[in-house]
């Protein structure tokens, strides 16, 4: 998995980013849709390998299937979180800092690293430079996922690895 998303996926992103944006808040509200939208973009990019091949095998829709999937999974589990997360109180919290006349607002629970830096990178409604940066964000964090997996892997062979290395030292 390369550090820069393929042409290929950013493509798959600037057609499916709209839709996935209306149904994450369609199902969860506009508050929690971007964190929502977000997790689907990176579970997508993070089989892109798979799906890719999966539309090389003659499963064109395969990469549209897996994102159908993965927004009724994240929706499942953001739905179940919200249950058990007990109500906590808002306290509203007013942070007084020389120079500045207004108060900070409040912080919003989750959201897209991309959502908040497309308005810098050309302001305007949705734009190609969001579709990019969604896709960017996304991508990373896929790659970052697959290194972590990857050190765990390699922890646990070699964690086998010793502990076999010493049963075979004290067998001889």
């Not at 506009?30 to 095998?57: I, M």
């Not at 190609?128 to 922890?155: G, M, N, Q």
Request: hydrophobic letters at 45%.
């Amino acid at each position: 998995m390369g550090l820069e998303p393929p042409k290929s996926y950013v493509a798959f992103v600037a057609t499916h980013l709209e839709p996935l944006r209306r149904e994450a808040a369609a199902a969860l509200g506009e508050e929690d849709a971007e964190g929502l939208y977000s997790d689907v973009l990176t579970d997508v990019a993070s089989r892109w390998g798979w799906l890719r091949l999966g539309r090389l095998l003659g499963r064109p829709d395969a990469a549209e299937g897996y994102l159908r999937r993965a927004l009724d999974r994240r929706c499942r589990r953001w739905r179940a979180a919200e249950e058990q997360e007990p109500e906590q109180p808002q306290i509203e919290m007013v942070v007084l800092r020389p120079g500045w006349d207004r108060p900070a607002g409040p912080r919003r629970r989750k959201s897209s690293g991309a959502s908040r830096l497309a308005p810098y990178l050309n302001p305007g409604p949705r734009n190609d430079f969001s579709v990019l940066a969604e896709a960017a964000v996304a991508w990373w964090h896929a790659y970052e996922i697959r290194r972590r997996r990857w050190y765990i892997a390699l922890a646990v062979a070699l964690f086998v690895l010793f502990v076999l290395f010493f049963q075979a030292a004290a067998q001889a």
